[in-house]
């Protein structure tokens, strides 16, 4: 507990550097590099569909790529729609064998962040 205090201590740079010095390098990248993984899963928790829509779905789905429907397509969401969500998260999180990658390349994406995209893009394609 000690020694995590310390190195607390001086990686907030609460104890001159010198004190610091021989632990530093191994244990501030071992920490630096928690910290950007937690900071980074904070930035990804929580993006909205449209978010996830523009970053990933829409190279693909905008144009028909692959065979995959395009946006506000309602003819061509239509039987996909008819399936239901749970169909429709059972094709995104494995891809396809007609060529959608697995989570439409956004590995970084969790199950409900996909959700999201997918119902953004259905919401869309009932508009019509």
């Known amino acids: ?22 632990n530093r390098p191994r244990r501030f990248f071992a920490v630096a590099g928690a910290m950007l993984a937690v900071a980074g899963l904070a930035q990804a928790a929580g993006r909205s569909g449209e978010e996830i829509y523009t970053k990933t779905c829409k190279v ?7 065979g995959s429907p395009k946006f506000g397509d309602k003819a061509a969401w239509e039987p996909r729609i008819a399936k239901g969500m749970d169909a429709l998260m059972a094709s995104a999180v494995p891809g396809t064998a007609k060529g959608m990658p697995p989570k439409g390349t956004c590995m970084d994406c969790d199950d409900a ?3 999201a995209a997918i119902e953004f893009m259905v919401s869309k394609a009932k508009q019509g």
Do not use: N
Request: net charge positive; hydrophobic share 45%; aromatic share 10%.
């Open 1 to 22: 507990m000690k020694k995590t205090v310390a190195f607390v201590r001086c990686f907030l740079h609460l104890t001159p550097f010198g004190a610091c010095a021989k």
């Open 60 to 66: 693909c789905h905008e144009a028909g790529i692959a």
């Open 113 to 115: 962040e996909l959700k």
